[in-house]
């Protein structure tokens, strides 16, 4: 779901803020690519930097669905500027879980993206979900390996 801007920019040019939310399965991690590549390439990024933007929603997306509850949203979050895509990616969970830093999902998710953040959601209070959340961000110009 797109923001709504009062003052809509002229021509085709992207949102500045998205937000999506699918069912947390894994059919649907192909929608949050989609999106993501759709984004960027709007926003005049790279193709290596779109290429990359996939490839970390993918892995991001696909980790967290892994942890899931049952019958909850996976919800992402593009925030665009001219330099970079933020993505924040987010499911409940049965506890306060953490994706596995030292897997080789985390190393591809952390060559490819920046300040790769995991968040720590709050607990089971008033019968809500623990909620565990994913923060990176793809530059415009893709990876830059040092």
């Known amino acids: 779901m797109a923001r709504p801007d009062p003052n809509p920019p002229d021509g085709d040019e ?3 803020d ?22 960027a390439a709007r ?6 930097a779109v290429a990359d ?15 899931a509850r049952p019958d909850t949203k996976l919800t992402c979050t593009f925030i665009l500027d001219e330099e ?8 409940s969970t049965f506890g306060p879980e953490r994706l596995p830093t030292d897997s080789f999902g985390w ?5 490819l ?3 790769v953040r995991m968040l720590s959601a ?16 793809v530059p415009s110009l893709g990876t830059v390996l040092s």
């Open 14 to 16: 992207p949102p500045e």
């Open 18 to 39: 998205v937000e999506v939310r699918v069912p947390a399965v894994p059919r649907a991690v192909v929608t949050m690519r989609t999106v993501a590549a759709d984004l």
């Open 43 to 48: 926003a005049e990024f790279t193709l290596d």
């Open 53 to 67: 933007l996939r490839m970390a929603v993918d892995e991001a997306c696909s980790s967290l669905v892994s942890l």
């Open 84 to 91: 970079r895509i933020t993505v924040t990616a987010s499911v």
């Open 107 to 111: 190393r591809v998710l952390t060559t």
């Open 113 to 115: 993206a920046h300040d």
């Open 122 to 137: 709050t607990g089971e209070r008033d019968g809500n979900p623990f909620r565990l959340t994913l923060r990176f961000a």
